[in-house]
């Protein structure tokens, strides 16, 4: 069973950067698409940035322009480098393989990312 297990997130002031980190256990992110979601406290959990298996990005716009998204299929982790944070992305951080509407396998224990004002 795939296991996905993200890191870095913390404690930081609004303008600061994280990076954030995302270790699968298989070798699946050469073969999917993978992404990003974050879930704010009693809000939904939201897909924010994607990244194809070929390489192409997408990001909400609230984001667009201050997170990056990439991979490293070798290492088999997922990455998001997240500049200039606002308290808005204050947020339990999480990836996945999105498919559709749904995700391909179980959700790791996220990391939580808070920005204070």
């Known amino acids: 069973q795939v296991q996905l297990v993200e890191s870095g997130g913390g404690l930081v002031q609004a303008g600061g950067s994280l990076r954030l980190s995302c270790a699968a256990s298989?070798?699946?992110?050469?073969?999917?698409?993978m992404g990003w979601y974050r879930q704010a406290p009693g809000k939904p959990r939201e897909l924010v940035a994607s990244i194809t298996a070929g390489g192409s990005t997408n990001y909400v716009e609230p984001v667009k322009g201050r997170f990056t998204i990439s991979r490293d299929n070798a290492k088999n982790t997922l990455y998001l480098q997240m500049d200039r944070l606002k308290p808005e992305d204050t947020a339990v951080y999480y990836c996945n393989a999105p498919t559709g509407r749904f995700v391909r396998y179980s959700w790791g224990q996220g990391t939580p990312v808070t920005v204070s004002s």
């Open positions: 298989g070798s699946i992110l050469s073969g999917n698409d």
